[in-house]
């Protein structure tokens, strides 16, 4: 078994000790380190994708207000059905919030979208 530290190649002999991971602390620090800055990484790359829907909805919702509108044009500006911060229900149906919008898409290709924050 090798090091778990990703920098490091070093082999850890089971004469060693059978349950270690590391070399010594300062690989398990530096992986741990190198994990840290991954996740501050993975965080900020999920917000700033949170930012890239909200300002989508925000445009479209401007354009097109509270109506129907048909669900292509978010398609056009590679919209990412996969993210958002919560659900909530509007006249009985359920809705995604992405920050001040909630979206919610219908059966006949048309998608709703509401301020949520101006209610
Ligand atoms: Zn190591």
């Not at 349950?19 to 690989?27: F, L, S």
């Not at 992986?31 to 989508?56: F, G, Q, T, V």
């Amino acid at each position: 078994m090798f090091c778990n530290y990703r920098n490091c190649s070093y082999e850890l002999h089971d004469y060693e000790n059978g349950n270690r991971h590391y070399c010594d602390d300062e690989c398990y620090n530096a992986e741990k380190l190198a994990r840290s800055k991954d996740n501050y990484i993975r965080k900020k790359k999920h917000l700033a994708e949170i930012d890239r829907i909200e300002a989508l909805l925000r445009v479209c919702h401007n354009k097109y207000g509270d109506s129907l509108t048909d669900i292509n044009v978010l398609r056009a500006e590679k919209m990412n059905w996969s993210f958002n911060t919560g659900q909530t229900t509007i006249d009985g149906l359920a809705f995604f919030v992405v920050g001040s919008y909630a979206y919610r898409a219908f059966d006949n290709s048309t998608i709703k979208i509401i301020n949520i924050k101006k209610q």
